[in-house]
Nanobody, 124 residues
Framework: QVQLVESGGGLVQAGGSLRVSCAAS????????MGWFRQAPGKEREFVAA????????FYADSVKGRFTISRDNAKNTVYLQMNSLKPEDTAVYYC?????????????????WGQGTQVTVSS
């Protein structure tokens, strides 16, 4: 199993920045990629960004391209999501997740383990 713990959420004004982190432990050698998803009140959970663990290839949802950056620190088994130019519509609980199998990085059903989530609130 892989355990994931998110941190770094909080309240920020529109236009501001925030970085959330996700620390992985356990069977991390089995991880192919890590992703960030988010769920706003009353909405379904949606893909935000993903990064492959070895090659570091990154993928983003169109809604966050150019504003969010995903990165990882393999030595610390940690993935980060730097969020800039935040908008009120970015308000959500942000979850990190891991997957073992390549492909379909944008589909939450392909991810194996999930963190508990961290709240990000952007005020207007």
């Amino acid at each position: 199993q892989v355990q994931l713990v998110e941190s770094g959420g909080g309240l920020v004004q529109a236009g501001g920045s925030l970085r959330v982190s996700c620390a992985a432990s356990g069977r991390t050698f089995s991880v192919y990629a890590m992703g960030w998803f988010r769920q706003a009140p009353g909405k379904e959970r949606e893909f935000v960004a993903a990064i492959t663990w070895i090659a570091g290839r990154t993928f983003y949802a169109d809604s966050v391209k150019g504003r969010f950056t995903i990165s990882r620190d393999n030595a610390k088994n940690t993935v980060y999501l730097q969020m800039n130019s935040l908008k009120p519509e970015d308000t959500a609980v942000y979850y990190c997740a891991t997957k073992r199998v390549p492909g379909d990085l944008g589909y939450e059903s392909t991810y194996d383990y999930w963190g508990q989530g961290t709240q990000v609130t952007v005020s207007s």
